[in-house]
């Protein structure tokens, strides 16, 4: 199903190409079109999901999806030792970067370019791990939920 629902439908690239230059494109207004789209319920959301994981203590958090580092951001409310955010769009994480800078989180937050189907992480790395909006981009869904339930 998720395979079928693609950003550009005469393009010939897969899925997960066109994804990321979607988000490329968008990168620019994405926090803003979020903010005003959800009404700014999207931040209630995060919120929410950070402190239905408060109770493990996660010390080593991944981020997947991770954008423009909301939810990464979000998740530094339960002082872990590091969030990690992967993604496979540049401009979003460009952004992304420069919003922990600003925050002056660089030295607990790392985004970096991943794909969700091919983490460059050992088993057992993290203790809780998060996807904020980006489960109806991944390409082949089944291969992604099939990680998280070895
Ligand atoms: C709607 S944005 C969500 C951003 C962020 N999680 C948030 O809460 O605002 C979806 C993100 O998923 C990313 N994405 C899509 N497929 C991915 C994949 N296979 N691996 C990593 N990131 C992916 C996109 O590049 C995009 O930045």
Redesign the pocket.
């Not at 981020?63 to 423009?68: S, V």
């Not at 992967?86 to 769009?89: M, R, Y």
């Given at each position: 199903m998720s395979e079928k629902v693609i950003p550009y439908k005469n393009s010939t690239e897969s899925k997960?190409e066109q994804?990321?230059t979607m988000?490329n494109n968008i990168a620019p207004k994405?926090d803003f079109l979020?903010q005003l789209l959800s009404l700014g319920i999207?931040k209630g959301w995060?919120k929410k999901t950070i402190q239905l994981i408060a109770h493990n203590q996660p010390k080593n958090i991944l981020?997947?999806?991770?954008?423009?580092g909301?939810?990464a951001i979000e998740a530094m409310k339960l002082n872990p030792d590091r969030v990690i955010g992967?993604?496979?769009?540049e401009g979003?994480l460009k952004l992304g970067v420069e919003k922990i800078k600003r925050l002056n989180l660089q030295d607990k937050v790392d985004l970096k370019l991943?794909?969700?189907?091919n983490l460059p992480f050992e088993n057992n790395s993290f203790d809780a791990v998060t996807?904020?909006?980006?489960v109806r981009?991944?390409?082949h869904l089944e291969k992604e939920f099939m990680k998280f339930t070895e």
């Open positions: 997960k994804v990321a988000f994405y979020n999207h995060r981020d997947i999806a991770t954008g423009t909301d939810f992967i993604d496979i769009s979003m991943g794909d969700s189907e996807v904020g909006f980006g981009n991944f390409e």
